[in-house]
T-cell receptor, first 113, second 116 residues
Framework: GAVVSQHPSWVICKSGTSVKIECRSL??????MFWYRQFPKQSLMLMAT?????????EQGVEKDKFLINHASLTLSTLTVTSAHPEDSSFYIC?????????FGQGTRLTVV | AQTVTQSQPEMSVQEAETVTLSCTYD???????LFWYKQPPSRQMILVIR??????QNATENRFSVNFQKAAKSFSLKISDSQLGDAAMYFC?????????????FGKGTRLSVIA
């Protein structure tokens, strides 16, 4: 079946640095990808909608300058956490696919120290 | 705005028994999809079952079935013959059906424990 691959699966970075997370659709083209954030023992919250060739759409309360999204091709969307701080530590998950089924990446556990 | 409510933060079931997880949602849309996703400790999201709102027949996937009550906006998941591998976090999710791609809206989840 269709697969969405996310990389890295985990990353530790120093406070103030930037981290890039990649989300790839391996066997289908994705004009739209979604980025979610999941805090421990909580649900997935939509951060932004990534659109190929155009600007991302961010949910209310999500800082677009902190969470930069680039969707430069039909198979790749990237989320860059800029000037990361400990409160940005979380689990980030991307998703893509048809309306009838959303395929999820493996997720990225980000720890900012 | 669409919302999804899972009123059971935790549930437990004996191995081989049946358990039902509850989910209600709120929407003014007539065409949408409902899903149950499983998230094991690996945190990989796994689709368990899907229901199209326009279909009256309840979806079934092996040991998993749903009770879809559109008028009541209820979408419960029944797991029959529970197995140890069913232990996980279960999320109910809603998605508007439209011309473009739309995000999933998730409930808060139900943690299911299976007792041997």
């Amino acid at each position: 079946g269709a697969v969405v691959s996310q990389h890295p699966s985990w990353v530790i970075c120093k406070s103030g640095t930037s981290v890039k997370i990649e989300c790839r659709s391996l066997d289908f083209q994705a004009t739209t990808m979604f980025w979610y954030r999941q805090f421990p023992k909580q649900s997935l919250m939509l951060m932004a909608t990534s659109n190929e060739g155009s600007k991302a759409t961010y949910e209310q309360g999500v800082e677009k300058d902190k969470f930069l999204i680039n969707h430069a091709s039909l198979t790749l969307s990237t989320l860059t956490v800029t000037s990361a701080h400990p409160e940005d530590s979380s689990f980030y998950i991307c998703s893509a696919g048809p309306l009838t089924e959303a395929f999820f990446g493996q997720g990225t556990r980000l720890t900012v120290v | 705005a669409q919302t999804v409510t899972q009123s059971q933060p935790e549930m437990s079931v004996q191995e081989a028994e049946t358990v039902t997880l509850s989910c209600t949602y709120d929407t003014s849309e007539s065409d949408y999809y409902l899903f149950w996703y499983k998230q094991p400790p690996s945190r990989q999201m796994i689709l368990v079952i899907r229901q199209e709102a326009y279909k009256q027949q309840n979806a079934t996937e092996n040991r998993f079935s749903v009770n879809f009550q559109k008028a009541a906006k209820s979408f419960s998941l029944k797991i029959s013959d529970s197995q140890l591998g069913d232990a996980a976090m279960y999320f109910c999710a809603y998605r508007i059906a439209g011309s473009g791609n739309t995000p999933l809206v998730f409930g808060k989840g139900t943690r299911l424990s299976v007792i041997a």
